[in-house]
């Protein structure tokens, strides 16, 4: 009897420390890929209030990017791609910069086997207030596709 309590403690922190190791072998093959990519590829905004980097399989790319706000990346931008296996490996990338003149937002997905990135994109919104009263004089940088690495300070 003791021997099939010991299996069963056993087993059961395998389940709850076994996920923590995989999860962490995420993350740090999301953060090793990130620090891999030259800067005009892909960078995070330095006074971000979100950073997103995650190795999961397409199929989870809204989850993690609703943490942008809802809808940011739809699936009509990200998940209807019908060439991507819903269970294929990609980095997600996302930063956001949410201050009282603006918000930033930008994504980038990058495919786990090849390293190509498969997608992208970054939105840029003045707050009204600010606008209004004359705190937001415009944007410092132009945009385009430069944005996705571009460090706004």
């Not at 309590?5 to 420390?17: D, E």
């Not at 740090?28 to 960078?43: C, G, H, I, T, V």
């Not at 090849?114 to 997608?119: A, M, S, V, W, Y």
């Amino acid at each position: 009897m003791l021997k099939k309590i010991a299996i069963f403690i056993s087993a059961l922190s395998f389940l709850v420390f076994g996920s923590q190791l995989v999860s962490a072998s995420s993350q740090d093959k999301a953060d090793q890929f990130y620090n891999s990519l030259p800067k005009d590829e892909y960078k995070e905004y330095s006074d971000a209030s979100v950073k997103v980097r995650e190795y999961i399989p397409y199929k989870d790319v809204q989850k993690f990017a609703s943490k942008l706000g809802e809808d940011y990346v739809t699936q009509k931008k990200v998940g209807s791609n019908q060439s991507i296996d819903p269970n294929h490996q990609v980095y997600f990338y996302a930063s956001l910069v949410d201050n009282d003149k603006m918000t930033l937002k930008k994504y980038a997905i990058y495919d786990a086997t090849t390293k190509e990135r498969i997608n992208a994109g970054f939105s840029q919104q003045a707050k009204r207030e600010a606008v209004d009263n004359g705190t937001f004089a415009g944007w410092d940088k132009s945009t385009g596709t430069s944005e996705l690495s571009n460090s706004r300070n």
